[in-house]
């Protein structure tokens, strides 16, 4: 394949800007509203972001700053004497979109007179700024958030309440927004469909923020909003109206979170917290990726005709957990779409003087897109002339920068050493992928798998609503010595991935095995009360799998199976315990897997009282050899 990728950055016009886990904050009352902006953007700031801004109502227009980069470099700029009493800020972390100042938010009308900041996807903003284009509209960013600002200008002459149940009718996608205008200086406007936004009720003011961490200094009598709804917030009060325009009387709850678990969204861990995210993560990640007709649509590979036709192999390369992502995606690739696959980890692949045949795509999977052995990896095959996509979590990442086409998996920041659902999303992007060649390379019918990821996030919120308690498992895993995990096909990659969790966090030594690969050598290590967790979501490896399980037990192995609701009876006589997982299509259980597999590292690890987060002599980002 001719090198016909252009490097992913702002002159593609094909790429899509996704703010999704952004900062938001807002006041209204008898303060001075920019300290707390500034203090409340701050309390943010763990979340991670790559610019922020601020707007202040005033009576002559609306004042607007913002900067890329950290927030240093907004408090640097901003006027600290503006009295305002009312304003917005933001925290943007880019998970598709260059962090530019022009990107940053708030952004505004024409006029200058109305500024939004927004957090999440206007999944409708192309035909909407063309629509208000045409009608005259100036935009000056490349931001889905920008068409906000114009359709409340658009409803000139209308409170700014309606004009927000306007826009809110306008807009498709999952999203937050604040706004405020000069037309009504003492009222910060809210609208939230499906990205959180709270209100905070002061004696002096009332706020908003994306997270209840920026209130907390504040007050601790908070209102969550729901889907669909709209409040107007003054210093004198708040009102809220629901999707139908109806006043919605909402009682405020107090919070006793400290500050620290609120940052945590009040779990105890960041690592939990990102385990519980996984689904909303799975549905951003999956967001506008899926055509109306269950086509996969990967706009940012800026593909040409023939050219997914064109790729005649994959060569995957990873390091850690994005190994053992590309591992299950070697599964998928060469099952559905038939196309030769290649697995290598980074720090071998840079020294073995790789063959790379005609037609290859090379794709570095990271959820840093800093580590130093992909990074080379990635050089020395762009060095060949191959064309490089890579799959990552991070915007403006080195490895972003430097290969010819990025998807980005839309994870949100993940703050735990111990990656979780950087490592689910990057499955998702890479079943995408497969799927995608699968189209080409096999038009032949088949039953597509797409609704089945499609119906990942429901099933995976579901099964950690409830959390099956993995009680007894624990205490015998937390106990042991070694434990090992087994699998066949998708389970054994998962079970490589299960046994990482476990070692990293808890330090307890873990293997994981091909399941009929127990009995060449391992299973010499199985005796009484030896800990194997076995992974089973296929019902045609089922009765292998249940001879390699008899194996262990044989020799007095104590089994925790990890089973599809629906193949639990195979395990009744056989575990000594059974997590289930929904039932679903077998090529995408694997990734509801990961979940038990994921907790059961955490609750063994917390049980031993370990530092889930920082895991002794590990990194986030491995950035030297
Ligand atoms: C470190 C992290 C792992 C990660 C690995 C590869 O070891 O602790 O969680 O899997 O690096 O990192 P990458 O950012 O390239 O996915």
């Not at 570095?364 to 996509?389: I, N, R």
């Not at 990442?397 to 430097?402: C, F, H, M, Y």
């Not at 993995?470 to 010595?481: E, F, K």
Request: glycine share 8%; with cysteine; net charge negative.
């Amino acid at each position: 394949m001719p090198p016909q990728y252009r490097q992913a950055g702002p002159d593609n016009p094909s790429r899509k800007v996704i703010t999704h886990v952004c900062g938001i904050v807002g006041y209204a009352g008898a303060h001075p509203a920019l300290p707390f902006l500034l203090e409340g953007l701050e309390r943010l700031e763990y979340r991670g972001y790559d610019s922020a801004g601020v707007a202040l109502v005033e009576s002559e227009g609306v004042y607007v700053e913002k900067a890329a980069g950290r927030l240093s470099s907004l408090v640097a700029v901003v006027d600290k004497s503006r009295p305002a009493h009312v304003g917005i800020g933001h925290t943007r972390w880019a998970t598709h979109g260059p962090p530019t100042d022009d990107n940053a938010h708030p952004h505004t009308d024409c006029a200058g007179r109305v500024a939004a900041i927004h957090n999440g996807i206007i999944e409708n903003y192309r035909e909407l700024r063309a629509e208000l284009e045409k009608s005259g509209h100036v935009f000056s960013s490349e931001t889905d958030t920008e068409v906000i600002p114009h359709l409340l200008e658009a409803g000139e002459g209308h409170s700014l309440g309606e004009r927000a149940l306007y826009a809110r009718g306008r807009l498709e996608g999952a999203y937050a927004f604040l706004a405020v205008s000069a037309d009504e200086p003492d009222a910060v406007v809210a609208v939230r469909q499906a990205s959180p936004l709270v209100l905070g009720l002061g004696d002096t003011g009332n706020y908003l923020a994306s997270d209840i961490t920026a209130l907390l200094p504040y007050t601790r009598e908070v209102m969550i909003l729901d889907n669909g709804e709209m409040a107007v917030v003054t210093g004198r009060g708040v009102e809220i109206r629901d999707a139908a325009g109806l006043v919605v009387d909402r009682t405020a709850s107090h919070i006793e979170w400290t500050t620290e678990e609120a940052s945590r969204g009040g779990y105890p861990h960041f690592m939990l917290k990102e385990i519980m995210e996984q689904p909303d993560a799975w549905a951003d990640c999956l967001r506008g990726r899926i055509g109306a007709d269950g086509a996969v649509i990967l706009e940012e590979l800026g593909l040409r005709p023939g050219d997914l036709e064109r790729v005649l192999r994959v060569q995957l390369i990873a390091a850690g957990t994005a190994y053992h992502a590309c591992l299950m995606a070697q599964r998928w690739l060469e099952e559905w779409a038939r196309v030769p696959v290649r697995v290598d980890v980074a720090s071998e692949f840079r020294y073995q003087h790789p063959i790379l045949s005609p037609g290859t795509v090379v794709v570095a999977v990271s959820q840093s897109g800093e580590t130093a052995d992909t990074l080379a990896s990635v050089a020395l095959a762009k060095d060949a002339g191959f064309p490089v996509w890579a799959v990552t979590n991070v915007v403006g990442s080195t490895l972003a920068r430097e290969v010819h086409r990025v998807l980005y998996t839309r994870a949100g920041p993940e703050v735990s050493v111990c990656s979780t659902k950087a490592y689910t999303t990057q499955l998702l992007v890479l079943a995408l992928l497969a799927d995608a060649l699968a189209d080409v390379h096999r038009p032949e019918p088949r039953s597509s798998v797409i609704p089945h990821l499609q119906s990942l996030p429901a099933l995976g919120a579901a099964w950690l609503r409830e959390r099956r308690d993995l009680g007894a498992s624990v205490a015998r895993v937390a106990a042991a010595p070694s434990v090992f995990y087994i699998g066949r096909g998708l389970d054994y990659a998962v079970a490589l991935e299960g046994q990482l969790k476990l070692k990293e966090i808890s330090y307890i030594h873990a293997e994981a095995y091909p399941a009929g690969e127990l009995k060449h050598g391992t299973l010499a290590l199985i005796e009484p009360g030896v800990p194997v967790v076995a992974v089973a979501t296929s019902a045609a490896l089922m009765p292998k799998v249940r001879s390699n399980i008899m194996e262990v037990r044989a020799r007095g192995g104590s089994v925790l199976a990890v089973v599809p609701e629906s193949l639990a009876d195979e395990m009744q006589d056989l575990a000594d315990a059974i997590i289930t997982i929904p039932a679903t299509d077998e090529r995408v259980a694997p990734v509801l897997a990961a979940l038990p597999l994921q907790l059961l590292a955490y609750d063994v690890a917390t049980a031993l009282d370990r530092d889930v987060d920082k895991p002794r002599n590990l990194a986030k980002s491995v950035t030297v050899e």
